[in-house]
């Protein structure tokens, strides 16, 4: 059985407790492939948590260098799987972008722990030109530690599988603006960018983002693309996201639980 947005299925499971086994129904989070095109040339498959597919896809083009900028998007619909009946597929409509097809049908492939192969080079992002992050952008330590439980609040499909991934985006003052979940932390991160490219709202230069789990490579890269000067997370970064951080001079926040956190890149953001 599957839930009316898509994003849970209840399934029957048998648990072990206290020396005995009962048969119950679990919730589990739902996984299934999406496919973007360009025009009707097949461009990448993402595993996701259906939902919020066109964000999604617009998120993906801007945070992976395809759109240089949120107009270059002309419009995003959903095409149904003719072989399935699913509504698996997003057609992207660009209008001055200019890419070379078959080089990224080699270079992109998503899945759902990975995030995106192949473009983990952190001179590639350099080599994008992409706008400064904002260097008057301030947040309070009191703020940053409000934002778990904000976000928390706002994980319905996470409180029923425990199996979903988060990113919520805030104002300086702690607002949370907009929540999106999905099995890949990278994919929430793009339905995050993909609204404010739908909603030109874009750059972010006024924003917080936190992620639930760590703050990764393809994290920081897609921050840095939406223009976010600041990112959090619950637990911690890599290795390659700190250098790509102080590189880029984002900020970067890690292990944010409570009232404590570690500052990685760009403290003086924190005020």
Same mark, same amino acid.
């Given at each position: 059985m599957r839930s009316a947005r898509n994003s849970i299925e209840i399934t029957e499971v048998i648990e072990?407790?206290? !020396?005995?086994?009962?048969?119950?129904?679990?919730?589990?989070? +739902?996984e299934e492939p999406l496919e973007i095109r360009i025009g009707a040339t097949p461009l990448t498959v993402t595993?996701?948590? /259906?939902?919020?597919?066109l964000e999604l896809a617009a998120g993906f083009l801007l945070t992976e260098g395809i759109l240089e900028r949120p107009e270059q998007l002309a419009g995003v619909r959903t095409v149904t799987n003719e072989k399935t009946g699913k509504q698996n597929i997003i057609e992207a409509k660009l209008t001055d972008s200019e890419y070379d097809s078959e080089q990224m049908q080699?270079?992109?492939?998503?899945?759902?722990?990975? +995030? $995106?192969? !192949?473009?983990?080079?952190? @001179? &590639? $992002?350099?080599?994008? =030109?992409?706008? @400064? #992050?904002? /260097? %008057?952008?301030r947040v309070s330590p009191e703020v940053l530690c409000s934002l778990s439980d904000k976000m928390r609040g706002d994980q319905a499909a996470f409180e029923k599988t425990g199996g979903l991934h988060a990113a919520g985006l805030f104002t300086p003052a702690g607002e949370l603006l907009e929540v999106r979940e999905d099995i890949g932390r990278h994919n929430a991160v793009d339905k995050i960018v993909g609204w404010a490219v739908l909603n030109k709202r874009l750059p972010l230069a006024e924003h917080i983002? #936190? *992620?639930? +789990?760590?703050? !990764?490579?393809?994290?920081?890269?897609?921050? $840095?693309?939406? =223009? $976010? /000067?600041? *990112?959090a997370s619950?637990?911690? /970064?890599?290795?390659?996201?700190?250098?790509?951080?102080? @590189?880029?001079?984002?900020? #970067? *926040? +890690?292990? #944010?639980? !409570?009232?404590?956190?570690?500052?990685? &890149? %760009?403290? @003086?953001? *924190?005020?």
């Amino acid at each position: 059985m599957r839930s009316a947005r898509n994003s849970i299925e209840i399934t029957e499971v048998i648990e072990w407790r206290d !020396g005995e086994q009962h048969r119950v129904s679990d919730y589990l989070a +739902g996984e299934e492939p999406l496919e973007i095109r360009i025009g009707a040339t097949p461009l990448t498959v993402t595993m996701r948590t /259906p939902g919020h597919d066109l964000e999604l896809a617009a998120g993906f083009l801007l945070t992976e260098g395809i759109l240089e900028r949120p107009e270059q998007l002309a419009g995003v619909r959903t095409v149904t799987n003719e072989k399935t009946g699913k509504q698996n597929i997003i057609e992207a409509k660009l209008t001055d972008s200019e890419y070379d097809s078959e080089q990224m049908q080699r270079n992109f492939f998503a899945a759902s722990s990975c +995030g $995106i192969c !192949g473009k983990t080079s952190i @001179e &590639s $992002i350099r080599q994008r =030109g992409l706008r @400064e #992050l904002n /260097p %008057g952008f301030r947040v309070s330590p009191e703020v940053l530690c409000s934002l778990s439980d904000k976000m928390r609040g706002d994980q319905a499909a996470f409180e029923k599988t425990g199996g979903l991934h988060a990113a919520g985006l805030f104002t300086p003052a702690g607002e949370l603006l907009e929540v999106r979940e999905d099995i890949g932390r990278h994919n929430a991160v793009d339905k995050i960018v993909g609204w404010a490219v739908l909603n030109k709202r874009l750059p972010l230069a006024e924003h917080i983002l #936190l *992620v639930s +789990g760590r703050g !990764g490579f393809e994290i920081a890269q897609k921050a $840095i693309a939406a =223009g $976010i /000067p600041v *990112v959090a997370s619950v637990s911690a /970064p890599s290795s390659l996201a700190v250098r790509l951080a102080r @590189e880029l001079r984002l900020t #970067l *926040v +890690g292990f #944010l639980r !409570g009232s404590r956190f570690v500052i990685y &890149s %760009g403290a @003086e953001r *924190v005020a």
